[in-house]
């Protein structure tokens, strides 16, 4: 098997950074050692087969993306990142795992749904996947089947308050497969808005002409948020459900989970990039580019971007900073603004819902550094370690310790990104939301399970290097 040594760099952890070596044997870590050490009286350097050198650079573990959708069906159309683009373009970004969700559609038995989308990754993928699993029809039948996701390595399933006709599960679904999370540990992943009332607002809107992708976030009010966070807690209580909350975006939301969590529940909080750092108002208006005023349906996402005037930004900052909220997932899912998007003009509630950022979730959370809201060490545990004990893959991934696969990110804290379409945009999409970002930072290397994938703004790999992960229950169960 190859041995690797990365030498000179500085390890982070979520508890602590230290200057060390870190000796690669095969897929997995085999020691992390004072810097030039000698093992069994040899000089590692010289007996290795690859020396990489990491001086001056942070050595962390691969980023963990538990939120994504590749080739999801939906809004009409399909996310335009498969697998395989999409993974190669986590890669890029120095994301090493990917947790997808599987879908169960209405009318269709869980397991058939979770086989179908092993048959979209299997044999696809640049980096690890693992797969949680929607329930889009709860039922005596699901309800059982659910029983059987953990020998399967998911241990977690996500349900919607939103999207009537589509994903929706009432308050009786609700509960009723709550009590199977609370009976068998699997995690409830909840989308939290009130989707019967967002979509007869949507409605009104139309009926009043307001159809620019401006008023998507107009009719998906923070009310709509806070009051399905407040109800999933609710009954997460009664159950005794663990909750992870997806894709946090009002503050008002946050504040329901820090009083949950303060009062002792056993209740998690996700944000994304496009939270901490785009608005509703980013939204608003033609910015030169020949969708005119309908540009904004670029950054058309559930739930939806806030107005900054209300500071859910700044809120959203301080709760990664305080742990009121866990980890930054991106729930990626991608569309071109041509033939998808685009399907939503002159109609808002008819634009795909979704954001592309898999690549640049670990740079746009390092800028997070650079601006004072969070330390190296937090980064670190809300990108990988978290995602990783929150998800059962920890010791395995979301840490560079003897035994763990080695995923393993060398960041270059003085290095520099420009994100763009003409630039650095490896996803499968037409235009990026984050076009014009500048980032004070670089992933240099990405290793996955042993193997560099990515180095010197080269991609290594090869579609297919990835491979399931099945997960164990959540390290957070009580
Ligand atoms: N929100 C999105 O923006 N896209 C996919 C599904 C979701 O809940
Ligand atoms: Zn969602
Ligand atoms: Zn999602």
């Given at each position: 098997m190859a041995t690797t040594l990365i030498t000179g760099g500085t390890v982070v952890s979520a508890?602590?950074?230290?200057?060390?070596?870190?000796?690669?044997?095969?897929?997995?870590?085999?020691?992390?050692?004072?810097?030039?050490?000698?093992?069994?009286?040899?000089?590692?350097?010289?007996?290795?087969?690859?020396?990489?050198?990491?001086?001056?650079?942070?050595?962390?573990?691969?980023?963990?993306?538990?939120?994504?959708?590749?080739?999801?069906?939906?809004?009409?159309t399909e996310a335009s990142d498969?697998?395989?683009?999409?993974?190669?373009?986590?890669?890029?970004?120095?994301?090493?795992?990917?947790?997808?969700?599987?879908?169960?559609?209405?009318?269709?038995?869980?397991?058939?749904g979770l086989a179908a989308w092993h048959e979209k990754?299997?044999?696809?993928?640049?980096?690890?996947?693992?797969?949680?699993?929607?329930i889009g029809d709860v039922n005596d039948e699901s309800l059982k089947a659910m029983r059987g996701l953990l020998d399967e390595g998911v241990s977690s399933f996500k349900l919607f308050m939103a999207y009537p006709g589509v994903f929706y599960s009432d308050d009786a679904q609700v509960l009723k497969a709550m009590q199977v999370s609370a009976d068998t540990g699997l995690m409830t992943m909840m989308h939290a808005e009130n989707g019967p009332a967002i979509d007869v607002l949507a409605q009104q809107l139309l009926a009043q002409g307001k159809t620019?992708?401006?008023?998507?976030?107009?009719?998906?009010?923070?009310?709509?948020?806070?009051?399905?966070?407040?109800?999933?807690?609710?009954?997460?209580?009664?159950?005794?459900?663990?909750?992870?909350?997806?894709?946090?975006?009002a503050k008002q939301a946050v504040a329901q989970i820090a009083t949950a969590r303060d009062g002792g529940q056993n209740v998690f909080g996700e944000t994304c990039p496009q939270y901490l750092y785009l608005s509703l108002e980013d939204q608003l208006g033609a910015k030169g580019d020949q969708w005119g005023e309908f540009e904004?349906?670029?950054?058309?996402?559930?739930?939806?971007?806030?107005?900054?005037?209300?500071?859910?930004?700044?809120?959203?900052?301080?709760?990664?900073?305080?742990?009121?909220?866990?980890?930054?997932?991106?729930?990626?899912?991608?569309?071109?603004?041509k033939d998808q998007k685009e399907l939503g003009l002159g109609d808002f509630s008819k634009i795909p819902n979704g954001i592309g950022s898999v690549e640049h979730r670990m740079d746009l959370l390092f800028q997070g550094v650079v601006d004072g809201h969070l330390t190296p060490e937090r980064w670190v545990e809300i990108t990988a370690t978290t995602p990783a004990r929150m998800f059962g893959l920890y010791g395995k991934k979301g840490v560079i310790q003897p035994g763990a696969d080695a995923d393993i990110v060398v960041y270059d804290p003085k290095g520099h990104t420009s994100i763009g379409l003409e630039k650095t945009h490896h996803m499968n999409m037409d235009y990026s939301a984050w076009e014009g970002y500048e980032i004070d930072g670089h992933v240099d290397t990405v290793m996955s399970r042993g193997r560099v994938i990515v180095d010197a703004d080269a991609y290594l790999g090869t579609a297919g290097d990835g491979a399931y992960v099945k997960r164990g229950l959540s390290q957070y169960l009580l």
């Open positions: 508890t602590g950074r230290s200057l060390a070596d870190v000796l690669v044997d095969g897929e997995t870590i085999r020691a992390v050692l004072e810097p030039g050490s000698r093992l069994l009286g040899t000089d590692l350097k010289q007996s290795v087969d690859t020396v990489v050198d990491a001086t001056g650079k942070y050595v962390i573990p691969g980023g963990i993306d538990a939120h994504t959708h590749m080739q999801m069906p939906f809004g009409g498969t697998f395989e683009t999409g993974t190669r373009a986590a890669a890029w970004g120095g994301t090493t795992t990917i947790i997808d969700f599987a879908i169960q559609k209405y009318g269709e038995r869980v397991e058939d990754a299997a044999g696809n993928c640049a980096v690890d996947y693992g797969f949680h699993q929607i620019d992708p401006y008023f998507h976030g107009i009719a998906r009010a923070w009310q709509m948020e806070e009051e399905a966070t407040h109800r999933s807690i609710m009954l997460a209580n009664l159950t005794g459900a663990p909750l992870y909350v997806v894709h946090v975006s904004g349906a670029k950054w058309v996402c559930s739930t939806p971007l806030r107005s900054k005037h209300e500071h859910h930004s700044d809120e959203l900052w301080t709760a990664l900073r305080t742990n009121d909220i866990q980890m930054v997932s991106t729930d990626h899912c991608p569309f071109c603004m």
